[in-house]
């Protein structure tokens, strides 16, 4: 029976570390088995009762239970942690993603407004352009034709005055002749 009371002793002093720790947020389990310390120890008891052969009301006993090896795929807490924050961090990429995108648009639709109105002056210049090409035809065909006029205007003045030379060479070989011949007298 001093067995089982020494026994009883040292479950309840080591649940209270046990449950300080669980308080901390240290899990006993993990902290232990790191410890080199640490030993896992199973005591077995017989009940000394069922030796003598009579049989007892059995006490509220705790058995001893021998720690789990600790698991070598067990994730630490603070790798959670960390894909929590990659999960967060790649959620906030993706809503920066849509608001950029959402910025893109609206100065996409700017320059758009911004391109049509550039389209209308330039085709407004375009028109302007071919307005005064068809102006600058006209002018020019009424300029050639005016040129054709004076052209012609002067070829003819070109055989006038070759007339004129002609006559005036006529009249000077006149004007001559009456001078070499002699003069008659007035009849």
Known sequence: MEVEEIYKRQEVKMQAPAFKDKKRGISAKNQDAH???YENITLAFRNQDHAKGGHSQPTSQVPAQGRPPSDSTQVPR???????????LLALAFVLCIILSAFIMMKNAEMSKQLLGFKTELWNVSNSM????????EVWKSVQGSITTVRSKVEKLEMHLADIRNVNTKVQKILELLQTKPESPPQ
């Open 35 to 37: 410890d080199p310390d």
């Open 78 to 88: 603070w790798l959670y942690r960390a894909i929590l924050s990659l999960y967060i």
């Open 130 to 137: 071919q307005a005064c090409e068809e102006r600058q035809k």
